[in-house]
């Protein structure tokens, strides 16, 4: 039997993962107007909403999150099925030139992918930056950037690796201590510590109503090592990625507060020039960094 492969997917994930029509459209070098008219009609030949547009939103609807997610994985398949064919003809080599946020991420998460890679393929060499400065991918001559949060620049390919979710944490020792929050407001009476984010969003779980924090931090730091420390020390409260505070959650060490408030999630995306050629082996990495972040858990 044949399976039935409907047109559209390639516009499909590549605006889902960019979260725009625009950007989407300059990825694909087709007009806006031509990428929302394939996505309606994948619509239409499937017979589900998949997206949910507004003149300042974009988002998934259930249906679209199931079909992404599958479609995403068959397109994973297919690449590295095309990936094992060339593979098989050439072997994989030479230098590949990364900057990537640092840390706890960039050494205990991404240093060792990259490690098992280099040890998969002995021909490749890898030249990893942590620099805190942001490299323009173009100018610097890096193959690949991973980027932590908001991305502007549509003129870099963009695939999501992961996402993490943020939360506003505190010491049981300054918990005890402190005055009771009720919402994010509560939060100007309170000794803070902040990172290199400097406003704090909030949502709201029930009503979905919105407020956002300028953070005045009497310890301002961009090394998140530093800045957990303090909490836990009890100098104050910050806003703290699952990587760094999930085991410390756990063990009772640090108390989420304002669980009735929703901080974004911190989505990390690997990033490529589209107007480069990409080598196999860089090909071969992207592909290698996707999956594996795929079978990673939060």
């Known amino acids: ?91 994989i080599g030479g230098q590949i030139r990364i900057n990537s946020v640092g840390g706890l991420f960039g050494e205990e998460i991404l240093a060792p992918i990259l490690i098992r890679f280099m040890n998969e393929n002995p021909k490749v060499e890898i030249e990893l930056s942590f620099s805190s400065t942001r490299e ?35 010491s049981t020792t300054y918990s005890d201590s402190m005055p009771k929050l009720n919402s994010p407001k509560d939060l100007l009476d309170h000794t803070l510590i902040n990172g290199s984010v400097k406003r704090w969003s909030f949502t709201h779980i029930s009503s979905k109503e919105k407020y956002e924090l300028p953070v005045q931090g009497k310890l301002k730091c961009s090394n998140g090592h530093v800045v957990k420390l303090a909490t836990l020390e009890g100098t104050g409260i910050s806003r703290q990625p699952s990587y760094y505070v999930k085991q410390d959650i756990q063990s009772g060490r640090l108390i989420v507060l304002l669980p009735d408030w929703q901080l974004p999630d911190s989505d990390v995306t690997l990033l490529y020039p589209q107007s480069r050629n990409i080598s196999l082996r860089v090909k071969a990495l992207v592909h290698y960094l996707v999956e594996a972040f795929n079978i990673k858990a939060d």
Do not use: W
Not at 156 to 166: F, V
């Open 136 to 170: 323009d991918l173009i100018e610097s001559q890096y193959d690949l950037v991973v980027r932590m949060g908001t991305l502007t620049n549509s003129n870099l390919i963009g695939r999501k690796l992961t996402s993490y979710t943020n939360y506003l944490v505190a």
């Open 1 to 91: 039997m044949c399976a039935y492969f409907p047109e559209g997917i390639r516009e499909f994930l590549a605006v889902v993962e960019v979260h725009s029509f625009s950007k989407a459209a300059e990825q694909l070098n087709i007009s806006r107007a031509r990428v929302s008219q394939i996505i309606s009609r994948l619509e239409k030949d499937l017979g589900v909403q998949l997206l949910y547009r507004s003149t300042r939103s974009l988002s998934l609807s259930p249906a679209g999150e199931t079909f992404y997610q599958l479609a995403r994985q068959g397109v994973n398949q297919l690449e590295h099925a095309v990936l094992s064919a060339q593979n098989a003809h050439s072997s």
